[in-house]
């Protein structure tokens, strides 16, 4: 069974460009987490979303959106790149139900120069 | 809301046991997991514990203990490829998982 997977790896972009990640959760799963985890730092929470809808944000700035596809996949969008947005993005995916685990992808290095 | 914590760094010896606290402020509480991350790679599940107690698997354990606010991760054994971080997250009903700050943990020969 195919885990959780994300794309790209490793993403560059420039101060002010806008970034785009994508994650595929595992089958059957229909909730997909979206983190971020900048260099030696804890996973700060980014946005949720279940069955299509945002169910709760982080404390970032709107410029941090993203969605929910039909067949579960999820975009996260990062506009307005800031240097400060360089971090290890991380994607989770659980069944929504609560009480399980949840599985986390291998994550996109995002680099802003 | 949620509000995890745990101490930033621990140190032990190869062989040796070690106990990774976690206290939590939580409403809606819907279980307790621990995630051990190595640098640079995502975070993998180790355990789960919604009712009080101990859960063992295999050189892992958790407890959890709801009244009091607090689980601890025991690692028997030590082995050099257990240096790692700790990750405690709780979840909510209807919530997302709420991640600690983690606990990094080096393994001395």
């Known amino acids: 069974e195919a885990g959780v997977t994300q794309s790209p790896t490793h993403l560059i972009k420039t101060r002010g460009q806008q970034a785009t990640l994508r994650c595929s959760p595992i089958?059957?799963?229909?909730?997909v987490y979206w983190y971020q985890q900048a260099l030696g730092l804890g996973l700060q929470f980014l946005l949720w979303y279940d069955e299509g809808e945002e169910r709760n944000r982080g404390n970032f700035p709107p410029r941090f959106s993203g969605r929910q596809f039909p067949n579960y996949s999820s975009e996260l969008n990062v506009n307005a790149l800031e240097l400060e947005d360089s971090a290890l993005y991380l994607c989770a995916s659980s069944t929504g139900t609560g009480g399980t685990e949840a599985f986390f992808g291998q994550g996109t290095r995002l680099t802003v120069v | 809301g949620q509000n995890i914590d745990q101490p930033t760094e621990m140190t032990a010896t190869e062989g040796a046991i070690v106990q990774i606290n976690c206290t939590y402020q939580?409403?809606?509480?819907?279980?307790l997991f621990w995630y051990q991350q190595h640098a640079g790679e995502a975070p993998t599940f180790l355990s789960y514990n919604v009712l009080d107690g101990l859960e063992e698997k295999g050189r892992f354990s958790s407890f959890l203990s709801r009244s009091k606010g607090y689980s601890y991760l025991l690692l028997k054994e030590l082995q050099m490829k257990d240096s790692a971080s700790y990750l405690c997250?709780?979840?909510?009903?209807?919530?997302?998982?709420?991640f600690g700050p983690g606990t990094r943990l080096s393994v001395l020969p």
């Open positions: 089958s059957g799963h229909t909730s």
């Open positions: 997250a709780g979840h909510n009903y209807g919530q997302n998982f709420v």
């Open positions: 939580t409403s809606g509480f819907n279980g």
